[in-house]
């Protein structure tokens, strides 16, 4: 351990040796040494006549693991009265590129899950405490050092960078941010320097991933066979089958399968994994005056397509990212302390052109047997150099040529640079400190696709004896690359922000604790290749927020909390919100009534918080500036003609959208109750109410008749909508050290968060259930599916099914008459099924550790959710559709009327009786994931002194590993999107090594 020493008046500094020893020759016996180490109690010691001083330092915990983060600063653990979860971020690492994928049940509030696995598009969907709002912003801010950053920083974000990361979500622990802060906050710090020799720490890792479910698709032969079937159970008179009897034998027999293919492209296109790396290198350590951490890493991350040989580019994904920082802390003086913060993420990413969800897409889009993926040259077309991909009457999708046609390049870089600088006033008065901010940040972003047309062939005439054939090009491609710039992709902005602080903090008769913060912060974004005026003008924030806190022998705490924030969007006098809060606490277990107690509920503290945290993300980016109007100058669809013979034609002018001065902040009332117990000083459990209001929710009017003569009618809009959530979450956690050489732990976290609509302007229903208002926000509304038609005679005799022109019959959905009237009409659509964003999320897990051995496993799980099938996306031959294998083996036929088959009577055209979104296609999006599973070794041996190894540690770990839910087509937590690119299993092997 080093020491640090100097005399107080004259700054003569040593630092000690390997065995914590120096020499100093000082200049008086009244002479004062100070001894300071991070982490540790300074003291000072006089002196005197003393040739020998020997200290030892007493540990300060309350810098070391009890310290939390809150808004612009912290507090101590104990003195918290705020709702914060804070997370180990050792817990966030899992062997993905992304950050997000480890949200979903780690943390009590969070509601997360992830829809899909494509490398650089499978950023995870998260919310504070659920979605309390259907006003166009329902995410978290996200701050990283500071600074407001979006989901795709915050996924690239290394854990290994990570010093803190909690999540706000009560309003004493968001109001200070006023107009952000109504969907809670996500609040992370990376780490700086601590005096002490250099430490060089590397982490190395190489993973396969595979999907955690594929697809099961209907072999080529079902396919025809069925769709035969779909034509004539249709029309058994006038339908004409469209394979015959001999088609389908010489397909099977596959002895000709150019001129009868039978196409897999599933097989044909994707592969059965895939590897990624990853590596992560940091250099920490600092002397008396200045500390630094430097980092770097890089991953890669690659797609599950198949590479075509015979292209000179590689259409697979092929996603690799860099990230850089560099943090450093100089103590210009004993009291004044410079922190500078330089950070770069970098993304660059190649793909098939239209992505790799899109690809998946095509394959289920795709007809099996009505052409081959390619012809191979034959004698005739030998001098044709391109590919010579099949195709009929170049109409339809060949997947494989459109997956090898071409790339996409995308590249987006995120630049920060940030000076921090924090000025001790102690002696002015104990206690006082200031702080400034500034930071600049800079994002560009771009695409690039490069393809070629390529060029379709069919067979043109066909011998049966010799197998011989002649082909005809449908299509004139191309043998080039052709280029564009996806106008979407293309992002440039600039964002400056200014952040200025004083601080004061300071006990008074050991038992009066008192703190006050009072934050003023300016901030400015501009954007660029926005093609509308409104949207290149510099946007800009500005607020004013202030915190006090009274303790009282470390047993009762306050806290008052407010915001006053100014936003653009509204009109002067609704301009600037005020925003407030306050918070009560009792740690009942610091009371001396409670001494008796103590050695079995060591911890016992209640906590209760009121207030109001603003949103000015309202509406959409074009409606920036509500109290002005917006009025097309040269609106073409609105012209007058003039002139003899109204030979003369000028555009004329429209309006847009009226001005409202009377839009305003949607506002967030939130209440929470919590309850913190620890036992036997190894169980802690924290338990939390919460409850929520939301007014002032902007939605467009719907009672406005036309009548009134005003123009573009969607455009009006106005603060009329309400909505109330409540919910609990809380977290467990267990620690116990059996022995020096093993050690056990365990955790679990549970989060319910539920909301519902309080006032939605909706027309007069003569039915209650077909109001939204008292439904969740999320809520599902369709028909009741009570099974299928027995056959015609049924249907003909049940209640009239209005709901769709099209002539249902037997196989297709029968419909409940929920309003008695004798016919199924939209009044008989109610809500149905759970809402489609979850309800429920929750975590749990055990940890264990023998000497060197470690090993955890961690469960995840999700309830409370429906999701719907798209009947239209995955019915077969529609379009030329593929055929999925569960609607091959259960669906209703004349052969087998089961009336509760998976899918009704088949159909080659689209049925819009049973399209209707109904129970049939509702499924329960429960589950439950054995999320991650990990072992590991870390190295000992006398031989690592030697090469200042502190750390040797192997390990194998996998996420995504089993899963159990009722719903098996694919991955449920995919939801409806299962024809996306699949969520993936990881297998990972690691090693991470530190040099001091």
């Known amino acids: 351990m080093f020491f640090f020493s100097y005399f107080k008046t004259l700054r003569i500094a040593v630092i000690t040796d390997a065995n914590g020893e120096f020499t100093l020759t000082v200049p008086s016996d009244t002479s004062v040494l100070q001894f300071s180490f991070v982490g540790y109690q300074k003291q000072e010691i006089v002196v005197g006549t003393r040739k020998i001083v020997a200290v030892v330092l007493n540990e300060e915990a309350a810098e070391i693991g009890e310290v939390t983060i809150v808004a612009f600063g912290t507090q101590k653990k104990e003195s918290v009265v705020a709702s914060i979860t804070t997370i180990n971020p050792a817990e ?11 949200f979903a049940g780690q943390m009590a509030g969070i509601i997360a899950y992830q829809r899909s696995g494509e490398p650089g598009e499978d950023n995870a969907d998260f919310f504070v405490r659920g979605i309390t709002t259907f ?24 854990p290994d960078d990570i010093a803190s990361f909690s999540i706000m979500k009560d309003a004493t622990a968001t109001a200070l941010y006023g107009a952000r802060g109504a969907n809670g906050v996500i609040l992370v710090t990376t780490k700086l320097g601590k005096t002490g020799s250099a430490k060089i720490s590397l982490r190395v890792e190489n993973s396969w991933s595979m999907p955690t479910r594929n697809i099961d698709l209907a072999d080529p032969i079902t396919y025809m066979r069925l769709e035969n079937e779909a034509v004539l159970t249709r029309n058994p008179l006038t339908g004409v089958p469209v394979y015959s009897d001999e088609r389908i034998a010489d397909t099977e027999s596959g002895r000709d399968p150019i001129r009868f293919p039978a196409n897999d492209w599933l ?145 987006r870089a995120q630049i920060l640079a940030q000076l921090e600088a924090k000025q001790d006033l102690g002696f002015l008065t104990d206690g006082l400190s200031i702080r400034g901010m500034l930071n600049i940040s800079r994002l560009s972003q771009f695409s690039v696709r490069r393809y070629y047309n390529p060029n379709y062939y069919e067979i043109e005439r066909y011998n049966y004896a010799t197998r011989e054939y002649t082909l005809r090009r449908t299509n004139n491609g191309t043998d080039y690359l052709g280029y564009d710039e996806p106008g979407g992709d293309k992002v440039t902005n600039s964002t400056f922000y200014f952040e200025g602080m004083v601080n004061y903090n300071r006990t008074f008769a050991e038992k009066h604790a008192v703190s006050g913060l009072l934050v003023y912060i300016a901030r400015q974004s501009l954007t660029a290749n926005t093609g509308n005026l409104q949207l290149s003008l510099p946007s800009r924030n500005l607020g004013l927020s202030g915190r006090l806190t009274y303790s009282y022998g470390d047993r009762y705490f306050s806290e008052f909390n407010f915001g006053y924030n100014g936003s653009e969007r509204f009109a002067k006098l609704h301009r600037y919100g005020f925003f407030p809060s306050f918070g009560l606490a009792w740690n009942i277990a610091k009371e001396t009534f409670w001494e008796p107690f ?56 429209s309006i847009d959208r009226y001005a409202n001065e009377d839009i305003t902040w949607e506002t967030a009332v939130k209440q929470n109750y919590a309850l913190e117990v620890g036992l036997w000083g190894k169980v802690s459990l924290i338990a939390e109410y919460f409850r929520e209001h939301r007014y002032n929710i902007l939605m467009t009017r719907s009672s406005i008749p036309s009548t009134m003569g005003i123009a573009n009618l969607s455009s009006l809009r106005a603060n009329i909508g309400e909505a109330t959530g409540q919910g609990m979450d809380m977290s467990l956690e267990y620690q116990q050290n059996w022995s020096s050489d093993f050690w056990t732990s365990a955790r679990g976290n549970f989060t319910f968060a539920r909301s519902k609509f309080e006032v939605y302007e909706e027309p007069a229903y003569k039915y209650p259930w077909r109001y939204r208002t008292g439904q969740a926000i999320s809520q599902g509304f369709g028909y009741l599916a009570e099974r299928l038609f027995v056959d015609d005679a049924e249907a003909e005799n049940s209640p009239q099914q209005e709901i769709s022109s099209y002539k249902y019959g037997g196989g297709d959905i029968k419909y409940t008459d929920v309003s008695g009237d004798g016919r199924i009409t939209s009044d008989d659509a109610v809500p149905i099924g759970n809402p489609t964003t979850p309800e429920i999320v929750y975590g749990f897990g055990v940890s264990m550790g023998y000497k060197g051995f470690d090993a955890s496993i961690f469960f995840q799980g999700l309830a409370n959710e429906s999701f719907y099938l798209n009947y239209s996306g995955i019915m077969p031959f529609v379009g030329q559709n593929n055929l999925l294998q569960v609607i091959a083996d259960d669906h209703w036929s004349e052969a087998n009327r089961n009336v509760y088959a998976f899918w009704p009577r088949l159909s080659a055209t689209v049925n819009e009786n049973n399209a209707v979104s109904n129970t049939w296609w509702m499924h329960d999006g429960a589950f439950l994931r ?53 969520i993936q299993r990881v297998i990972n092997i690691g090693l991470n090594i530190t040099f001091d």
């Open 930 to 982: 054995l999320k991650k599973a990990e072992i590991g070794y870390s190295i000992e041996g006398k031989w690592k002194e030697k090469l200042r190894i502190s750390t040797l540690r192997c390990y194998v770990d996998g996420t995504n590993l089993l899963l159990w839910s009722r719903f098996k087509l694919w991955d449920v937590e995919m939801a409806g999107s299962g024809l996306g690119y699949p």
């Open 92 to 102: 966030l690492k899992v062997p993905s590129s992304n950050l997000t994928t480890a």
């Open 598 to 653: 103590q050695p079995v509920i060591s911890n016992l503290k209640l906590r209760y918080s009121y207030g109001l945290v603003g949103n000015d993300q309202i509406g959409s980016a074009y409606d920036r500036f509500f109290y002005l109007s917006e009025v097309n100058m040269n609106n073409g669809g609105v012209w007058m003609r003039f002139g003899t013979n109204a030979n003369n034609q000028n555009v004329g002018i």
């Open 135 to 158: 006003g166009n912003n329902t995410n978290p801010l996200i701050l990283i050092d500071g600074i407001e950053l979006t989901s795709t920083d915050l996924a690239r974000l290394q």
């Open 267 to 411: 097989e044909m296109l994707f592969k059965n994994y895939t590897a990624n790396q990853r590596y992560n290198l940091s250099l920490s350590g600092g002397g008396t005056v200045a500390r630094y951490f430097v980092s770097g890493s890089f991953s890669q991350d690659n797609g599950m397509l198949k590479i075509d040989k015979r292209q000179n580019f590689n259409n697979n994904i092929d996603n690799k990212s860099y990230t850089m920082r560099s943090n450093v802390s100089i103590d210009i003086t004993k009291t004044t302390e410079i922190v500078v913060r330089m950070s770069g993420i970098f993304d660059d990413y190649s793909g098939p052109i239209n992505g790799g969800t899109e690809t998946y897409n095509m394959i289920m889009r795709s007809n099996p047997v009505m052409f081959p993926a390619y012809y191979p040259a034959t004698p005739e077309t030998s001098h044709i150099s391109h590919i010579m991909f099949g195709n009929q009457d170049n109409q339809y999708i060949n997947p494989y040529a459109e997956s090898i046609r071409g790339y996409k390049d995308k590249n």
